[in-house]
């Protein structure tokens, strides 16, 4: 794994991580102290994760009619994932966590993602618990988030339902108050859930002694009719074994029950399931509202009608972490085949005679066509990675900078997000592709890791909001925030670094190219919205997440690469040699596309929009 000196290179040189030291939050923190976490997840990763990635994606989970059957080395993986302090690094010493800035807890994380994304690293239990730190009760933190940190407990997010999927305004499950008394309860207001969750990731194991749901429900009215749209949604907590106010377990399961698991594509070492709420398989206490003992206990989160506010502090956190799987799962690949073509030979070069077919082969990287796709693996993945650790880095300043300089972070990382999530899972996937086309016949067997890194990925522009939702996200939301103030901000960090590399030879025909991306970017803005008609705005709105995340990756790469030759001008190192040739590519092959998909844009083209479905 060659992971760790891009890592270092992007967080200490080019986002100058250790300055952080000197806000107050982590002040006690350093450059060594930085590194020794980097060190311990990557030797766990190393040691727990990377050896069992085939393994876990073979014994996939399965329920012997009591309990969901996983490896033992997912078990220990978890452990030492949990032991590692990973769960709460970025929390306060005196629930036990690190303090990490967020940045480094994302970068040390990566390591997991890239040795085996199918195992897991409890992204969902520390988003879980983040969440009931930001929005629930002092006893609710106590109780249910501290538990999670410390890995007695695990947790997960329910949204989708089989009838609903994506379209949460059409969530079903209810919740019912639960006796007249229930708000007396110190682990908060109490109703009884009844409903079902689909693609519950972790949502039955035993790797741990409970699983503490998030359940996005409805709260009927006086009539006992549901609110229609997202107003009406609550969140609750649902454990699935019963606790008391000191976090033990009362010996009582909770009315949530396994309908049945999902058998995916990829990430087969993860338990998925349908989770049944209140259906009266484990009867849970006195009568309740929907008969003896039926009904799921939960617990209020927030208040009633602003569950899905709550829920997408979990959700912003989790598109960034997908984004990083993402982006790992790719960069696996990318190491998998570069590995590969330098040790396979084939063929032989071609001279200006054409080829010597009596001279001896060469490794195929010898070839100008795998070193295109080398190139665009590296190119889509290196960079997406900056990526992730710059809006890391925004979590960071929003959180301790203070001031305008918070506001601006927040604002940014508003826009950046749906980039974050869907730009990797587009084309750090592509990057997949590209590995299995690297080692031809053979990857697409099972002899070789690649086809299981791209079966893996291929999740990744599904959960956490389609390519769909995020690119109406985009444009139809963030674009327009604050009067574009976040766009403008975008554009004038952009521009700066323009700005800096216009003089540098190197990098000058990009800095114009970057340029002219930025501006067919605001005038596609524009036109799309000329008519102030979201259906024509919106027709397209893949296509202009696709021109605006490549505009976004041009301009990382530039960044980077400036970096690069600041620390290395005369290009002696090779890491710089790699930079500097992948921003090219990134450039010459990649940027020159957003014409075609900023066209469409502009235009307000109707011809999908319009399409009559008897013409399919």
Same mark, same amino acid.
Request: glycine share 10%; proline share 4%; with cysteine.
């Given at each position: 794994m060659n992971l760790r000196?891009?890592?270092?290179?992007?967080?200490?040189? !080019?986002?100058?991580?250790?300055?952080?030291? %000197?806000?107050?939050? $982590?002040?006690?923190?350093? =450059?060594?102290?930085?590194?020794?976490?980097?060190?311990?997840?990557? =030797?766990?990763? =190393?040691?727990?994760?990377?050896?069992?990635?085939?393994?876990?994606?073979? %014994?996939?989970?399965?329920f012997d009619g009591e309990r969901v059957i996983l490896p033992q080395a997912t078990h220990d993986a978890n452990r030492a994932y949990a032991e590692s302090g990973m769960l709460s690094a970025a929390q306060d010493y005196d629930i036990g966590g690190m303090q990490l800035p967020y940045s480094v807890?994302?970068?040390?994380?990566? $390591?997991?993602?890239?040795?085996?994304?199918?195992?897991?690293?409890?992204?969902?239990?520390?988003?879980?618990?983040?969440?009931?730190?930001?929005?629930?009760?002092?006893?609710?933190?106590?109780?249910?988030?501290?538990?999670? $940190?410390?890995? =007695? !407990?695990?947790?997960?997010?329910?949204?989708?339902?089989? %009838?609903a999927g994506s379209s949460l305004s059409d969530v079903a499950t209810r919740a019912v108050p639960d006796g007249t008394d229930f708000e007396s309860d110190p682990l908060g207001a109490r109703y009884r859930l009844k409903g079902n969750k689909m693609w519950i990731s972790?949502?039955?194991?035993?790797?741990?002694?409970?699983?503490?749901?998030?359940?996005?429900a409805k709260i009927p009215d006086a009539d006992g009719k549901l609110v229609p749209g997202t107003r009406g949604i609550s969140l609750f907590i649902v454990p699935k074994k019963m606790v008391d106010t000191q976090g033990e377990l009362t010996g009582v399961r909770n009315d949530v029950a396994l309908a049945g698991l999902n058998h995916k594509l990829g990430w087969r070492g993860t338990t998925n399931t349908l989770l049944n709420f209140g259906e009266g398989k484990f009867p849970v206490g006195q009568e309740g509202p929907f008969g003896k003992g039926a009904g799921a206990v939960g617990y209020l989160v927030g208040k009633p009608g602003k569950g899905l506010q709550c829920m997408f502090h979990m959700m912003n956190e989790a598109r960034i972490g997908v984004g990083i799987a993402a982006t790992m799962l790719g960069m696996a690949g990318y190491y998998a085949s570069l590995d590969y073509a330098r040790n396979r030979p084939q063929g032989r070069p071609m001279g200006a005679a054409g080829k010597d077919v009596a001279a001896p082969q060469v490794a195929i990287i010898e070839h100008s066509d795998v070193k295109r796709m080398l190139l665009a693996q590296k190119a889509y993945c290196e960079g997406a990675l900056a990526l992730e650790l710059y809006c890391a880095r925004l979590v960071d300043e929003h959180h301790t900078a203070g001031g305008l300089e918070a506001d601006d972070a927040r604002l940014l990382l508003e826009v950046l997000t749906p980039i974050a999530k869907s730009w990797p899972s587009e084309w750090c996937l592509e990057a997949n592709s590209l590995a299995i086309q690297i080692h031809g016949g053979y990857g697409y067997t099972r002899d070789f890791p690649v086809e299981q890194y791209w079966r893996d990925n291929r999740l990744n522009m599904i959960h956490e909001g389609t390519h769909g939702i995020q690119a109406t996200d985009?444009?139809?939301r963030k674009v327009l925030m604050e009067e574009g103030r976040g766009l403008t901000l975008l554009a004038a960090r952009i521009a700066a670094t323009i700005g800096k590399t216009t003089t540098v030879p190197a990098l000058a025909p990009h800095a114009a190219a970057l340029g002219k991306a930025l501006e067919q970017v605001s005038i596609a803005t524009q036109k799309a919205w000329a008519t102030g008609n979201p259906t024509e705005a919106l027709a397209n709105a893949v296509p202009y997440m696709q021109a605006f995340g490549h505009t976004v990756l041009a301009w990382i790469w530039l960044d980077v690469a400036a970096k690069a030759l600041e620390n290395d001008a005369a290009q002696a190192n090779v890491a710089t040699q790699g930079r500097i040739g992948a921003a090219q590519y990134f450039f010459h092959y990649e940027l020159p596309k957003i014409g075609a998909w900023l066209a469409v844009v502009a235009s307000r083209d109707t011809t999908c929009a319009n399409f009559p479905e008897t013409g399919f």
């Amino acid at each position: 794994m060659n992971l760790r000196p891009t890592i270092d290179f992007l967080l200490n040189d !080019w986002l100058n991580t250790e300055a952080l030291t %000197q806000r107050a939050r $982590f002040a006690d923190h350093s =450059r060594d102290t930085f590194d020794a976490v980097l060190d311990t997840c990557e =030797r766990i990763a =190393r040691e727990k994760y990377a050896p069992f990635n085939r393994l876990v994606d073979v %014994q996939e989970p399965h329920f012997d009619g009591e309990r969901v059957i996983l490896p033992q080395a997912t078990h220990d993986a978890n452990r030492a994932y949990a032991e590692s302090g990973m769960l709460s690094a970025a929390q306060d010493y005196d629930i036990g966590g690190m303090q990490l800035p967020y940045s480094v807890e994302a970068a040390s994380n990566a $390591f997991f993602a890239c040795a085996s994304v199918s195992i897991g690293s409890g992204m969902l239990t520390t988003g879980n618990a983040n969440l009931l730190m930001t929005h629930g009760t002092a006893m609710q933190k106590d109780v249910f988030a501290k538990n999670e $940190f410390a890995g =007695r !407990w695990s947790g997960t997010m329910c949204l989708s339902e089989p %009838q609903a999927g994506s379209s949460l305004s059409d969530v079903a499950t209810r919740a019912v108050p639960d006796g007249t008394d229930f708000e007396s309860d110190p682990l908060g207001a109490r109703y009884r859930l009844k409903g079902n969750k689909m693609w519950i990731s972790s949502g039955e194991h035993e790797l741990n002694e409970n699983i503490i749901h998030l359940v996005l429900a409805k709260i009927p009215d006086a009539d006992g009719k549901l609110v229609p749209g997202t107003r009406g949604i609550s969140l609750f907590i649902v454990p699935k074994k019963m606790v008391d106010t000191q976090g033990e377990l009362t010996g009582v399961r909770n009315d949530v029950a396994l309908a049945g698991l999902n058998h995916k594509l990829g990430w087969r070492g993860t338990t998925n399931t349908l989770l049944n709420f209140g259906e009266g398989k484990f009867p849970v206490g006195q009568e309740g509202p929907f008969g003896k003992g039926a009904g799921a206990v939960g617990y209020l989160v927030g208040k009633p009608g602003k569950g899905l506010q709550c829920m997408f502090h979990m959700m912003n956190e989790a598109r960034i972490g997908v984004g990083i799987a993402a982006t790992m799962l790719g960069m696996a690949g990318y190491y998998a085949s570069l590995d590969y073509a330098r040790n396979r030979p084939q063929g032989r070069p071609m001279g200006a005679a054409g080829k010597d077919v009596a001279a001896p082969q060469v490794a195929i990287i010898e070839h100008s066509d795998v070193k295109r796709m080398l190139l665009a693996q590296k190119a889509y993945c290196e960079g997406a990675l900056a990526l992730e650790l710059y809006c890391a880095r925004l979590v960071d300043e929003h959180h301790t900078a203070g001031g305008l300089e918070a506001d601006d972070a927040r604002l940014l990382l508003e826009v950046l997000t749906p980039i974050a999530k869907s730009w990797p899972s587009e084309w750090c996937l592509e990057a997949n592709s590209l590995a299995i086309q690297i080692h031809g016949g053979y990857g697409y067997t099972r002899d070789f890791p690649v086809e299981q890194y791209w079966r893996d990925n291929r999740l990744n522009m599904i959960h956490e909001g389609t390519h769909g939702i995020q690119a109406t996200d985009l444009l139809g939301r963030k674009v327009l925030m604050e009067e574009g103030r976040g766009l403008t901000l975008l554009a004038a960090r952009i521009a700066a670094t323009i700005g800096k590399t216009t003089t540098v030879p190197a990098l000058a025909p990009h800095a114009a190219a970057l340029g002219k991306a930025l501006e067919q970017v605001s005038i596609a803005t524009q036109k799309a919205w000329a008519t102030g008609n979201p259906t024509e705005a919106l027709a397209n709105a893949v296509p202009y997440m696709q021109a605006f995340g490549h505009t976004v990756l041009a301009w990382i790469w530039l960044d980077v690469a400036a970096k690069a030759l600041e620390n290395d001008a005369a290009q002696a190192n090779v890491a710089t040699q790699g930079r500097i040739g992948a921003a090219q590519y990134f450039f010459h092959y990649e940027l020159p596309k957003i014409g075609a998909w900023l066209a469409v844009v502009a235009s307000r083209d109707t011809t999908c929009a319009n399409f009559p479905e008897t013409g399919f």
